[in-house]
């Protein structure tokens, strides 16, 4: 909690606030569109499903030594952070499932780490060899 260290922080804090908690709004829309495509179209596709609760850790409010508003910040932080990882794994199976080619090399880019078991790039040897099962 390093904005416990911030200097003038209750004014920044004021603005800031507002800001970071409109961000629910979007994240919940999202979550049930995620949700219903996940549900629907994974095992339409033969996929597994992604296991929820292996991204999602809501915990940090049972902590006593936190105040009210610190235990709903944990919370809020939680299911944000878990349910961004969450549809990172969902997507990153879609992409394996429609696409699953790297992208060409580009040192500015942060491949996701599930694009390891991808085919290589301009590797049609490989590519077949993943895909052309017969």
Same mark, same amino acid.
């Given at each position: 909690?390093?904005?416990? @260290?911030?200097?003038? +922080? ?10 970071? *908690? ?8 999202? $979550?049930?569109?995620?949700?219903? =495509? ?5 095992? #339409? ?8 609760? +292996? ?7 049972? #902590? +006593? !030594? #936190? @105040?009210?508003?610190?235990?709903? @910040?944990?919370?809020?932080?939680? =299911? ?5 990882? %969450? *549809?990172? &794994? ?6 394996? %499932? *429609? ?7 580009? $040192? @500015? #880019? ?6 390891? &078991?991808?085919?290589? !790039? ?5 590519? &077949?060899?993943? %895909?052309?099962?017969?």
């Amino acid at each position: 909690m390093l904005y416990l @260290n911030n200097p003038r +922080k209750l004014l920044k804090h004021i603005i800031i606030t507002p800001i970071t *908690w409109a961000c629910i709004i979007p994240l919940i829309i999202t $979550d049930i569109c995620i949700e219903i =495509y996940h549900r629907i179209c994974f095992p #339409l596709c033969g996929m597994p499903y992604v296991k929820r609760s +292996k991204y999602i850790k809501i915990d940090r409010h049972k #902590l +006593k !030594y #936190l @105040n009210p508003l610190q235990k709903l @910040n944990c919370t809020y932080c939680g =299911y944000a952070n878990g349910v961004i990882q %969450y *549809w990172v &794994k969902i997507i990153g199976e879609t992409e394996h %499932y *429609w696409c699953g080619i790297q992208h060409k090399k580009d $040192d @500015n #880019l942060i491949s996701p780490p599930h694009h390891k &078991k991808f085919s290589k !790039y301009e590797d049609e040897d490989d590519f &077949k060899k993943k %895909y052309h099962k017969k």
